[in-house]
């Protein structure tokens, strides 16, 4: 079976500092791999995705993520952070030839006046 | 364009009743996912319909239902309700089912089951 692992529930950075949130998927194929954000009571947007082609991947509000086939990793980075950007952070896969994601528990990014 | 809409916003319920929950798709989606996701948790899959028929379920049981209408408008419907269906219900519209396509989430619906 599947599954994502977030490491860290909470992520604490200063501002301007770079954030690192990661992301480990089992598989026992190439997933496709996904990093939404979930700011407070709102629903989920999609930051970015990786399906085919080049490994590294940018997002929307200058987030981008690599995904590591050797680590099956696939970490959100971005290289300074900025307070709009405190928020929640789900990673999520999805198989091949499936239409379900299967997502991580999610990790609390704060950032740090 | 409008973006995927859910009503109601909030709903408080008793344990052993039945709740309906409304999602409208983004224009132009035919495929809608329904999701719960709890306190501190990711979301997990409930069950995903496309044109009308479902198309795929996660691990709900069988008092999880659904429908999507021809319009492409959907419902989830909870029979008998428990505490621990209390969470956070979000749907999802993407143009086509494949797995590729990005799903636009609605802003939720909060069931508290009391």
């Known amino acids: 079976a599947q599954s994502v692992t977030q490491l860290g529930s909470h992520v604490s950075v200063s501002e301007g500092a770079l954030v690192l949130l990661r992301c480990n998927y089992s598989?026992?194929?190439?997933?496709?791999l996904f990093w939404y954000v979930q700011y407070p009571n709102q629903g989920l947007q999609l930051l970015l995705k990786?399906?085919?082609?080049a490994t590294l991947v940018k997002g929307i509000n200058g987030f981008e993520a690599e995904f590591k086939k050797s680590e099956t990793s696939f970490h959100l980075t971005k290289p300074s952070a900025h307070m709009s950007d405190a928020a929640e952070y789900f990673c999520?896969?999805?198989?091949?030839?499936?239409?379900?994601?299967?997502w991580g528990a999610g990790t609390k990014l704060i950032i740090k006046p | 364009e409008t973006g995927v809409t859910q009503s109601p916003t909030h709903l408080i319920k008793t344990r052993g009743q039945q709740v309906t929950l409304r999602c409208s798709s983004q224009?132009?989606?035919?495929?809608v996912s329904w999701y719960q996701q709890a306190l501190g948790q990711g979301p997990q899959f409930i069950f995903q319909?496309?044109?009308?028929?479902?198309?795929g379920r996660g691990n709900f049981p069988p008092r999880f239902s659904g429908l999507q209408f021809p319009n492409y408008s959907s419902e989830l419907n909870v029979n008998a309700l428990e505490l621990d269906d209390s969470a956070l219900y979000l749907c999802?519209?993407?143009?086509?089912?494949?797995?590729?396509?990005?799903?636009?989430f609605g802003p939720g619906t909060r069931l508290t089951v009391l």
């Open positions: 999802a519209s993407s143009p086509d089912r494949a797995s590729t396509d990005t799903q636009y």
């Open positions: 224009s132009g989606h035919n495929t």
């Open positions: 319909y496309y044109r009308e028929e479902e198309n």
């Open positions: 598989s026992s194929v190439p997933p496709y």
């Open positions: 990786y399906t085919t082609g």
């Open positions: 999520a896969v999805s198989p091949n030839s499936n239409y379900q994601l299967i």
